[in-house]
């Protein structure tokens, strides 16, 4: 009867000690990251049947668990890496926008500066001074674009170091939560819980949501399945799969992240199925984000460059000579795919620099049909041969056909800014003045008069400076004579333009029977400023997207500002939702000192009550043996 009182008093003294050693384990722990909250679940031992009565035989320890909820720590996964996401998002636009953010020293103080100078030249065309100082515009402007642009390349090669030094880290995340999984299935095996495995596979995860968000699903071993956005197995079992990175094939500016294959090959994420972490930001912001930026801001530099070079190309220098370019030429670049299998080359031209889009495009043969596909908005346009000019450039093919599945990556103008130099270097050589000059007969009598004489673009018509003379037959029409030939009867009427060898005469006035004007090379105009005019004008010409040039680069830092306002917005509400999962986690996984020391009181109190009862069991046996004395 003694040894069942006294069984019973150490199963309540070893629970005790259990629940008091627990809940010092969780007070010493409160402040230790990432550990959980520990209980003691224990069970009554089954009765045993003594006479007519069961009769109790104490108390058991089952296990020590976690205080620990799936839906929770998951929430808490997910919204950790779509934190992660977010700062880094707002870390990177926060530098584009540093680039663009300057008013005084940015772009577009650059644009004022440059067409300022050129209206300046139009009022004084033959001063030397005026003249360096549009070249010196013009190369501070220059510069400018290069500046940003390579800014912008650098922030990307920076990503991309940036992605593979995370790609390491995920590799190494992953090896770890493999080889604690291996450690957990080995430890449940036997039984009981392994409750710091378990905390530190849990860290981990935590941790490896940070560089790339990863979905766990837990197994009835104990250990945890994580795969990847697009379904991807990280982690099996004991088993780690590596996370490589490779040059984007249709792309090389970029790279890809996937798992690597057995034979070595990777297999990639595409950007949008990364879903957050800090690797789904940089490749979102390698691929979507920076390419947008330098589209931008290359269209830019490329309008401005060819715009400038047109208008120069059909003026005149102070010696007489047709204007050459201002800026070196814009190109489109064109990237094959390394998949090809095909020995073609596409060329790309640009045809209209005032239709070109800010975007990047891919052209897909079919083996039968082009397919050109604007990658901003995916308008696509299709065609059974080539050339085909869409949105101010035109594509050809040279060499031998494409073959079926050939891809190709079409740059219009991303590389716009950094490749934009000025050619020109004589500020002599600069054409201010127009070829062209308009001289009325000596001897009219009308009130003939010219408003305007310029020259019709985009390219300088070979006879442009040949003599035409204009004889009016009557007050309302007119033949001209030009090489030799005159032409028949032509209507008059003021303010309605003559255009004849890629001029165009606008005359005002009535002209009288007889009278007469002759349109010739301008020989020794050094005082004509028409075409710097011209030059200056272009300022508010809407050549880019609709909208001039001024226009279009604030369009394009304000897209920025918007973009890195919505990211710190962005920001905020994730690290919000961030903090609200981990409160709620913590809330059944964390330690509250209040509560353990209440329960250490507890457990204190059961624990000298089964002392107690092991005294009693110790008295009642000592009586027995008296009795029998």
Not at 22 to 47: C, K, L, W
Not at 507 to 532: E, F, I, K, Y
Request: charged fraction near 10%.
């Amino acid at each position: 009867m003694s040894n069942a009182l006294y069984s019973i008093g150490v199963s309540a003294l070893s629970a005790a000690y259990t629940q008091l050693r627990t809940a010092g384990n969780n007070i010493s722990n409160a402040s230790t990251p990432g550990y959980t909250r520990e209980r003691v679940t224990q069970s009554a031992i089954v009765d045993s049947f003594v006479g007519a009565n069961y009769l109790g035989q104490g108390v058991q320890v089952e296990q020590v668990t976690r205080n620990y909820n799936q839906f929770l720590t998951q929430q808490a996964h997910q919204a950790t890496a779509a934190s992660a996401a977010a700062t880094q998002q707002a870390q990177d636009l926060a530098q584009v926008d540093s680039l663009f953010g300057n008013p005084t020293t940015g772009i577009g103080a650059a644009f004022s500066k440059f067409f300022g100078a050129a209206q300046s030249l139009s009022q004084t065309p033959a001063d030397p001074a005026a003249r360096q100082a549009l070249l010196s515009s013009a190369q501070a402007l220059a510069q400018t674009f290069n500046a940003a642009g390579s800014s912008l390349q650098q922030m990307q090669a920076s990503s991309v170091q940036a992605v593979t030094s995370e790609v390491g880290t995920v590799n190494q995340l992953a090896t770890q939560i493999a080889s604690l999984n291996s450690q957990i299935a080995l430890a449940q095996g036997t039984g009981g819980s392994p409750n710091q495995l378990l905390d530190q596979r849990d860290a981990l995860i935590r941790t490896l949501n940070q560089s790339i968000r990863v979905s766990d699903v837990p197994q009835s071993d104990g250990t945890t399945n994580l795969f990847l956005g697009n379904g991807q197995p990280l982690v099996v079992n004991g088993t780690a799969s590596q996370v490589g990175v490779a040059q984007d094939p249709i792309d090389p500016q970029n790279i890809e992240v996937g798992i690597q294959s057995a034979n070595g090959s990777l297999i990639p994420i595409q950007a949008s199925q990364v879903g957050g972490g800090k690797i789904g930001a940089m490749l979102q912001f390698q691929q979507q984000d920076l390419p947008a930026i330098q589209n931008a801001i290359g269209r830019l530099a490329t309008v401005v460059s060819d715009q400038v070079n047109a208008q120069q190309a059909l003026g005149q220098d102070l010696n007489g000579n047709a204007g050459a370019n201002f800026f070196s030429a814009p190109s489109a670049t064109v990237v094959a795919a390394t998949s090809n299998t095909g020995g073609a080359t596409i060329a790309a031209t640009l045809s209209n620099t005032s239709q070109l889009q800010p975007s990047d495009y891919r052209l897909d043969y079919s083996g039968s049909q082009y397919t050109l596909t604007r990658l901003t908005d995916g308008t696509k346009t299709t065609s059974a041969s080539l050339p085909l000019t869409v949105d101010g450039f035109t594509l050809n093919v040279g060499g031998t056909a494409p073959a079926a599945g050939d891809i190709f990556t079409i740059e219009p103008v991303r590389a716009g800014s950094t490749n934009m130099a000025v050619t020109l270097t004589d500020p002599g050589a600069i054409a201010a003045a127009s070829p062209v000059a308009a001289t009325p007969g000596a001897g009219n009598t009308g009130t003939l008069a010219v408003a305007d004489l310029s020259v019709v673009g985009p390219t300088r018509n070979a006879n442009l400076t040949q003599t035409v003379t204009l004889n009016f037959t009557s007050p309302t029409s007119y033949t001209y004579t030009a090489g030799g030939v005159t032409s028949g009867a032509q209507a008059y009427a003021a303010g309605t333009p003559i255009q004849v060898n890629g001029w165009s005469l606008t005359p005002s006035g009535t002209p009288a029977a007889g009278d007469t004007l002759t349109v010739a090379g301008n020989v020794g105009g050094t005082g004509d400023n028409r075409n710097a005019i011209k030059l200056a004008q272009l300022a508010a010409q809407n050549l880019v997207g609709g909208g001039t040039l001024a226009g279009g680069y604030a369009a394009m830092v304000a897209n920025v500002g918007g973009l890195a306002q919505a990211a710190n917005t962005a920001q905020t509400a994730q690290t919000q939702g961030l903090q609200s999962a981990l409160t709620s986690e913590s809330s059944v996984a964390g330690v509250n000192l209040d509560e353990e020391a209440t329960k250490l009181i507890q457990f204190q109190q059961q624990y000298q009550a089964a002392a107690k009862i092991i005294t009693t069991a110790n008295t009642v046996f000592d009586a027995i043996l008296n009795i029998g004395g």
